[in-house]
């Protein structure tokens, strides 16, 4: 139930709110509101509750496995990537203040209208986040970020190409033992739980904070040979002084559980990899976003993630981030 429910009143002793009310409630401290944002939210939300559904039924509906494709980044394509990014599209496409859609999954980003035509957002998302885990039913996530639509630039791919402070809202969909939307829009992080019975998103904490303390780091270790020198030295040191290791290898449990229960989630350089695995744009930043606003770190390398200038869509980045004191841990040994 609400943290902010009032508690003064014998008839209403916790208020019962959904997704769209919470949403439309938030409007209504912003005089000039156009109710055009919520609007957007109330897809990205179909779009959860379709995905939802069709990750449960993956097995029956014979949706499992790869098309034999490959996406623009050269990864393996699940039948159920594909699936997810065309239902964020048909959910997303017909909301009239949408200018520009980008998915991780389309090599450029798809112009729906432009700012004269009342454009006002872009909508950015990683469809199906972790999609490698679907076929052992690991929980698995879609990730998104908003952005305002710079009507001066008419070329697509710079108008996304913004940095993630100027992020409008960000957050993810977990779809795991229960399905959970977890959404900012730079005032604190809230977090909402499907009921499948009613098919609604019911709020159930506001003001979520990173909590101190938990020596844990998520990191896929088996990489270690490759990390630089720093996270090596990291992972010597977290072995000498009695951490933990959790590591699902699908970035929204795992950074779901860094949120809930504290500790640092970290994707470093490879040698496969040097500029790290992560998208800037669709991983990176909405969990960046999401991490500080709960009180925690986000760096890639010695910068902060939310101040990289991005360059180019599908760049790449490697991401530390997590509970402060933990995050300090990683970052006094790495250089800068
Ligand atoms: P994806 O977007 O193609 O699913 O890849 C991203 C995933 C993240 O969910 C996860 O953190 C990472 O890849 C795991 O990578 P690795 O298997 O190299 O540890
Ligand atoms: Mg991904």
Redesign the pocket.
């Known amino acids: 139930m609400t943290d902010d429910a009032p508690r003064d009143h014998p008839l209403v002793p916790d208020n019962l709110a959904s997704l769209q009310s919470h949403v439309l409630a938030e409007e209504t401290l912003f005089p000039n509101a156009t109710g055009d944002f919520s609007w957007i939210i109330s897809a990205i939300s179909l779009a959860g509750k379709t995905i939802a559904n069709k990750v449960r039924r993956a097995r029956l509906d014979d949706v499992l496995g790869s098309v034999g494709t490959e ?1 623009v ?1 050269g ?1 393996t394509q699940q039948k159920l ?1 594909v699936i997810a990014n065309e239902v964020l599209l048909r959910c997303l496409g017909s909301r009239g203040s949408i200018a520009v859609i980008a998915s ?1 999954e389309d090599e450029e980003p798809l112009i729906l209208r432009t700012g004269s035509e009342g454009g006002k957002y872009c909508v950015l998302f ?1 469809p ?6 679907l076929d052992i039913a690991v929980g ?2 879609t990730i998104f970020s908003v952005l305002r639509n710079d009507s001066e630039i008419a070329n697509s791919e710079r108008t996304v190409c913004q940095k993630g402070l100027q992020q409008v809202a960000a957050g993810y969909i977990l779809y795991g033992s229960s399905t959970i939307m977890v959404l900012t829009t730079g005032n604190g992080v809230d977090m909402f739980v499907l009921d499948m019975a009613i098919g609604s998103f019911l709020h159930v904490k506001s003001g979520l904070q990173i909590p101190p303390g938990n020596h844990t780091y998520s ?2 270790e ?2 270690a040979e490759q990390f630089p020198t720093g996270y090596r030295t990291y992972l010597q040191w977290a072995h000498e002084n009695g951490y933990s290791s959790r ?9 779901h559980r860094i949120l809930m229960r504290g500790g640092v ?1 970290i ?1 470093p350089p ?1 040698r ?2 040097p500029g790290g ?3 800037l744009l ?2 990176a930043n909405p969990m960046a976003m999401v991490i500080e606003q709960a009180g925690g770190l986000a760096f890639s390398e010695g910068e902060r993630t939310l101040e990289i200038q991005p360059t180019e869509l599908h760049q790449r980045v490697p ?1 530390l981030l997590g509970s402060p004191d933990e995050v300090e841990c990683v970052r006094r040994l790495l250089p800068g």
Do not use: C, H, P, W
């Open positions: 996406n980044q990864e990537d991780e990683d199906l986040d972790g999609s490698s885990n698995v996530g990191v896929n088996a990489y590591y699902i290898g699908s970035m929204v449990a795992d950074v989630f994707y490879t496969r990899n695995k992560l998208r669709y991983e991401v």
